[in-house]
C-alpha cells in the first residue's frame, strides 16, 4: 500500500464501554496525528459495539471503521485479526496503535504479519521525528529505555497501560463513522468459547491504585500477606506481589508485578521483603514514591525506593498498621 495517512486506534470495549486503555492510546493517537497532519482513525470491532463510537469521537477519533456483527462478540482470534486487517486496509493509515492488553499482544503481532510490518510491543513513549515514529521500549528488565523505528508501512506499537494521558472528553466533537462489513467465515473461527467464569475481585484494582503494598518472599507466609492486605485496606489500596511470593504460595498470581506480572503506577508503593529483582521493578517504572522495607543493606530495592528501612518488616509493618488504624480512628 502506498500514500498512508492518519494514526488507526484499534479500540478495545470492557462492560459494555470504551475500555481505558482505548482512551489513553487515542490521546497518544491525536498527539501524533497533529503533529503530522493527519486524522486519528478508530477501528471499532465487537457485537453491539457502533453506539460506541461517538465515545471514540468525543475521545479524538476523526473518523471510527465499526465492524459489528455477531462473530465478534467475544475476542477470539481468528475473528479479530481479519477484521482489524480488513479495516488497516481500508483506512490505510500510517500509524496503528493498540493497547498493551491480552487483545493488544495477541491482537499486535498477528496484524503486523498480515500487513507485512513489525510491531514495537509495550511502549511506554511515542513520538515523531523526521515524520517518522520514534517508539521508546523497556529493555533491560526495566534498566534502559531503547528508542526504535520501523522502515515499514504501517508503524505499529501496542501502548503500556497508563503510559498516556487520554484527552478531556468533548461530546461536541464531530467524526465520521463507517460501518465495514466482517465478512469472516464462521469455519475459519477455530476455538469455541463455552463457558466464562469472571474472577470476584475483592477491593480496588492493582492497576488503579493509589497506593499498593508489595510483598516479596521475605514476608515468609500466607498470614503475613494478610497483615499487608489489612494494612492496604486501610489505606484504601490494593496489595502487590513478586513472583517468588506468588511461587511460594503466599498470594495469588493476579497480584503479580513486573515483566511477567502486572504494571502499576501508584503514588505509593510499600515494597516489604521484596530484594528489587529488575523483572519486578520492571512493572514500577510509573510509581512516584517507593518506600522499602528489608533487613538486608545491600538489597537492591535500596536503590530505588525514596525511603528505606533496614530492618525485619515485622519490626516496622505491626507498629506502622496499628499507627494508621489510630489515625484513622482519630
Ligand atoms: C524471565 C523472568 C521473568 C520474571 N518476571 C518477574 C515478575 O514479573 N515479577 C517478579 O516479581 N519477579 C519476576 N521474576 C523473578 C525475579 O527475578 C525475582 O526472582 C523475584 O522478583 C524475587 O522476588 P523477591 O524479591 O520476593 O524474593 P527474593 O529475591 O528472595 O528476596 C526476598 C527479600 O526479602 C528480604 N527479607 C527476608 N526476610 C525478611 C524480613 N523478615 N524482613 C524484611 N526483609 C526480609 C531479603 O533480604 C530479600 O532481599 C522473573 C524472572 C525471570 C527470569
Avoid at 503510559?163 to 462489513?181: C, F, M, N, T, W
Avoid at 464462521?186 to 492493582?206: C, F, H, N, S
Avoid at 506480572?261 to 530484594?275: C, F, M, R
Wanted: proline share 4%; hydrophobic share 45%; aromatic share 4%.
Amino acid at each position: 500500500m502506498a500514500n498512508e495517512s492518519g494514526v488507526l486506534v484499534i479500540a478495545e470495549t470492557a462492560d459494555g464501554a470504551v475500555a481505558g486503555i482505548t482512551l489513553e492510546v487515542l490521546g497518544a493517537a491525536r498527539r501524533l496525528a497533529d503533529g503530522l497532519g493527519q486524522p486519528v482513525q478508530a477501528a471499532l470491532l465487537g457485537q453491539g459495539v457502533e453506539p460506541l463510537a461517538q465515545a471514540l469521537i468525543a475521545a479524538g477519533a476523526d473518523k471510527v471503521y465499526v465492524v459489528d456483527a455477531p462473530i465478534l462478540a467475544e475476542y477470539q482470534t481468528d475473528a479479530f485479526v481479519p477484521a482489524a486487517e480488513k479495516v488497516c486496509r481500508e483506512a490505510n493509515p500510517s500509524i496503528v496503535l493498540l493497547g498493551q492488553t491480552d487483545v493488544g499482544r495477541d491482537l499486535g503481532p498477528r496484524l503486523a504479519f498480515r500487513l507485512g510490518t513489525a510491531v514495537a510491543m509495550d511502549c511506554l513513549d511515542l513520538a515523531i521525528s523526521g515524520g517518522r515514529l520514534v517508539m521508546t521500549r523497556a529493555c533491560y528488565g526495566g534498566n534502559a529505555n531503547a528508542q526504535h523505528t520501523c522502515k515499514a508501512m504501517p508503524q505499529m506499537a501496542t501502548v503500556r497501560v497508563k503510559s498516556q494521558e487520554p484527552l478531556a472528553p468533548d461530546a461536541s466533537r464531530q467524526g465520521q463513522v463507517i460501518k465495514v462489513a466482517a465478512d469472516i467465515d464462521p469455519a475459519a473461527v477455530r476455538t469455541k468459547i463455552t463457558d466464562r467464569r469472571k474472577v470476584e475481585a475483592e477491593g480496588i484494582r492493582l492497576e488503579d491504585a493509589e497506593v499498593i503494598v508489595g510483598g516479596g518472599r521475605g514476608v515468609g507466609s500466607l498470614e503475613g500477606f494478610q497483615t499487608l492486605t489489612e494494612l492496604a485496606d486501610l489505606m484504601k489500596g490494593a496489595v502487590g506481589s513478586t513472583r517468588a511470593a506468588c511461587d511460594a504460595g503466599f498470594c495469588s498470581v493476579a497480584t503479580q508485578i513486573g515483566l511477567t506480572g502486572k504494571v502499576v503506577s501508584p503514588a505509593l508503593y510499600i515494597a516489604v521483603g521484596i530484594s528489587g529483582a529488575s523483572q519486578h521493578m520492571a512493572g514500577l517504572s510509573g510509581a512516584k514514591n517507593i518506600v522499602a522495607i528489608n533487613k538486608d543493606p545491600e538489597a537492591n530495592v535500596f536503590r530505588y525506593c525514596r525511603y528505606g528501612i533496614v530492618s525485619d518488616w515485622k519490626a516496622v509493618v505491626p507498629t506502622f498498621l496499628s499507627k494508621v488504624r489510630q489515625l484513622k480512628a482519630g
